[in-house]
């Protein structure tokens, strides 16, 4: 559905601002709850359907399918809606539950800064390695390991980030731009700080350290801003309290379930404190570096030689520091930790601050005769976070290796490796995103390319490393693409026999059939991400190797050798500049669209939906977790409406919803679960969650969410690319998925469906007759009926109940 970001309109039922206090619920005569054990003559039993939309969000009136809806409880940001014909306690006026809306999208997309988000996307991607750790019970300090493994990471992102912006600000404008005449001659903005023609100082800032302190606010100023994006958003998401309860027993259940899992207030803030910290300090050894140099020669100022040295033992100091906060576990799942550390948090980011101060101005002290000449040290600063980051990624995945063999699920995706596949590809992402952004700068000082030295050679190769992995890709598609016609093929012949004695149609056996195809691709993820992994480490050491052995760019090392050799070095590098050229302005084409426009924001905001999902357990910058705000509100709702009125509650969840539906279920007591019916459609919740983040939603933790709540029961389509069964089977209870539904309703025209009906795939499922029959049979189940009078069994459903 189109996302849309809702302002409420009409009459707004609930103005006490507490979750759950709406006047809906409560009698017409009195506010006192009802009883739930009221004699069978009595009023009927209040039924809800709380529906919790996906992915792209909605409206709360095309949910309801109402224009006239009222706010039941909420804010702007997220609230819970019913039609304004349902405001009063029981049934709907068509003897259905009354249904309520929780919409939730304005928590991915909402104003302008939205946009500002696009920066955070490595930080995103990490963030989800931490979350794709194999299932491994009685493994704490593997688990623990794993985790610091992943933090590690994502802090190395972190300096990668800022050391690219030094290496635009300090190293190609303050100190090879500005100090080069000919090249601050082209930009008038730049002459204040220039040499003169003959290379002598000019001005006061004409100094190479003044140069690099003053160009060192813009890497400060990144850091600022991140800083202010993750205390924002920290304030406004993270600062949600669950329901204090008390924790269970330690299960093979889910870690959804802890009391404390989503509200990770505390270790935000440490990581923020720790990653803000060696931001400035990477600023601060940007600046120091060269005037530490200079200061070490034979014959150099004994002063400004032992101040270096002091400041580099201090520098090393706080970065050890910020490294140990960063091992450091701080969160607590099984309670709520509401400690800051408020001294830590505080004082860390500061210190770092006045060394970075102290640094600007030991480099910015007069030393006659120092010049600007060649490049910075900026090809050791980024060969060793790159040999850094690929030697954590080499342990994260022996770790998780280990963790996969100890217990093993066949389910699981790349077995067991997805969280290193993933950390490696934020990688890859962060270093293309460094080395796009350096070239570009480049190439706009210096035109020719006859006047600077350029960035560091590590980027350049990093960017010739980019065809390649585009061709290994291609070669990919195009076996999948083989694939899918194979399969295509097979379901034309099950879709004739699935409508025997309908006159055939070639045209729409073949769509359906396509469909139902190209839906199976989502199942291949997993080999197209390993294709990408492993393309990109290879080339990647190759990249390192080359930079580190060479010193060359890829077309200079490749000269004097074998022709193919030299053609192929020179293609690559001209082709991956291009490429990260053209990467680099659809990346701020595409930021500046979505700071300006709302559905460009929406569009984003569906990449938020998917990644955001889970706390910020690795990395601080990340998009905040809208789930820490979403799955309070209805794990509040769902508890004081069922203790209020007694009433039966079916929790209804579409796609993303479906995955937000079972992680309140989780948050839930013992004995509110059990008065909680769960209808899932379109659920990614085992055919993605399942298999990339099968600790928290592998078979275990589906079955005990099977076991814990009233009773489940799952819809899905063929033709569906997102949702799909959740093989979860108890001979005790009756079975979760239902059999496919059909889709298309109809196969031709027929009296229900005199036009040809849609195929309508991941959208829509509550059009399909099964959706209220399934509905009412869970609504049933909720309250069994006397033992003479038999209830209609819960099965898998006849074709009829298919739409048929």
């Not at 794993?146 to 990668?160: C, D, N, S």
């Not at 023609?197 to 690099?212: E, F, T």
């Not at 139902?516 to 291949?524: N, Y």
């Amino acid at each position: 559905m189109e996302r849309a970001q809702h302002r409420p309109t009409g009459r707004q039922t609930d103005r006490l601002g507490e979750p759950g206090t709406d006047r809906a619920d409560r009698g017409a005569d009195s506010g006192a709850a009802p009883d739930p054990d009221r004699p069978a003559g009595g009023p009927p039993e209040p039924e809800l359907e709380l529906l919790v939309h996906g992915v792209g969000g909605t409206t709360p009136e095309k949910m309801l399918g109402d224009p006239r809806t009222v706010r039941v409880t909420g804010d702007d940001t997220a609230a819970v809606f019913r039609r304004a014909a349902d405001a009063g306690p029981g049934k709907g006026p068509r003897g259905e539950p009354v249904q309520e809306a929780y919409v939730w999208c304005n928590l991915t997309s909402g104003d302008s800064s939205r946009a500002l988000w696009l920066l955070l996307l490595p930080f995103m991607v990490v963030n989800l390695a931490h979350w794709m750790r194999p299932a491994a019970a009685g493994r704490p300090r593997v688990i623990r390991l794993y985790g610091l493994l992943v933090r590690l990471t994502a802090l190395t992102l972190t300096i990668l980030l800022v050391a690219a912006a030094c290496e635009v600000a300090l190293d190609l404008v303050a100190w090879q731009c500005a100090g080069v005449h000919d090249c601050a001659r082209r930009h008038p903005w730049l002459t204040f700080s220039a040499v003169t023609a003959s290379g002598v100082d000019g001005g006061w800032w004409s100094l190479p350290g003044r140069r690099l302190g003053l160009a060192a606010l813009v890497p400060t100023a990144l850091t600022v801003l991140l800083w202010y994006l993750s205390r924002r958003t920290w304030s406004a998401y993270e600062s949600h309290r669950p329901m204090s309860r008390e924790p269970e027993p330690e299960t093979d259940g889910s870690a959804l379930a802890r009391p404390g899992f989503w509200y990770g207030r505390r270790l935000v803030a440490r990581l923020r404190a720790a990653h803000t910290a060696a931001a400035l300090l990477t600023v601060a050894a940007a600046v120091a570096t060269p005037a530490a140099r200079y200061d070490h020669r034979p014959g150099g100022p004994a002063a400004l030689n032992v101040l270096s040295w002091l400041l580099t033992a201090a520098l090393l100091a706080s970065a050890a520091a910020a490294v140990g906060v960063v091992c450091r576990r701080g969160r607590s799942e099984n309670l709520l930790d509401q400690r800051l550390d408020r001294h830590l948090v505080r004082r860390l980011p500061l210190g770092a601050l006045g060394l970075l101060l102290l640094t600007a101005l030991y480099a910015g002290w007069s030393r006659p005769g120092w010049h600007s000449t060649g490049r910075l040290p900026g090809d050791p600063t980024f060969g060793t976070l790159m040999l850094a980051q690929g030697l954590l990624v080499i342990a994260l995945a022996v770790v998780a290796r280990y963790l996969h063999r100890r217990d093993p699920d066949r389910r699981a995706g790349m077995r067991g490796l997805c969280g290193p596949a993933v950390a490696l590809l934020a990688c890859a992402l962060g270093g293309v995103m460094s080395g796009g952004v350096a070239q570009r700068v480049a190439g706009w000082l210096d035109g020719a390319h006859t006047l600077l030295t350029g960035p560091p050679v590590l980027l350049t190769w990093q960017a010739a490393t980019i065809p390649p992995v585009l061709a290994a890709l291609l070669l990919l598609a195009a076996r999948l693409g083989l694939g899918t016609a194979r399969i295509a093929r097979a379901e034309r012949a099950r879709v004739r026999h699935e409508h025997p004695g309908e006159p055939e149609d070639p045209g729409r056996t073949r769509a359906i059939a396509h469909v139902r195809a190209m839906a199976t691709l989502t199942d291949r993820a997993p080999l197209a991400v390993a294709v990408l992994t492993v393309t990109t480490l290879l080339l990647g050491a190759v990249a390192l190797a080359g930079a580190m052995a060479t010193g060359k760019t890829p077309d200079g090392a490749a000269r004097r050798t074998y022709d193919v050799l030299q053609a192929t070095a020179e293609t690559s590098q001209a082709l991956g500049s291009w490429l990260v050229g053209f990467g680099f302005l659809l990346f701020v084409t595409w930021g500046r669209r979505a700071y300006k426009d709302a559905s460009a924001r929406r569009t984003i905001g569906i990449l938020w939906d998917v990644g955001t999902f889970w706390p910020r357990a690795a990395h601080p910058f990340a998009p905040p977790c809208y789930a820490e705000r979403a799955v309070p509100d209805l794990t509040w709702r769902m508890a004081t409406w069922t203790e209020r009125t007694g009433g039966r509650l079916v929790l209804s969840g579409h796609s993303q919803g479906s995955v937000l539906a079972a992680a309140a279920a989780w948050q839930l007591t013992p004995s509110t679960r059990k008065r909680i019916a769960l209808l899932t459609y379109g659920s990614p919740l085992e055919r993605l969650y399942g298999r990339w983040f099968p600790a928290h939603f592998g078979p275990p933790a589906l079955a005990s969410l099977h076991r814990d709540v009233a009773c489940w029961r799952n819809l899905y389509r063929r033709t569906d690319p997102i949702g799909g069964p959740v093989h979860v089977s108890d001979d005790t209870t009756p079975e979760v998925d239902h059999t496919p539904l059909r889709d298309p309703l109809a196969y031709g025209r027929t009296p229900a469906h005199p036009l040809p009906a849609p195929i309508l795939g991941h959208s829509d499922y509550q059009a399909d007759p099964v959706f209220a029959q399934e509905r009412a049979r869970l609504l049933r189940r909720l309250r069994p009926e006397p033992a003479e009078q038999h209830p209609e069994p819960v099965g898998p459903g006849t074709r009829a109940a298919e739409g048929g």
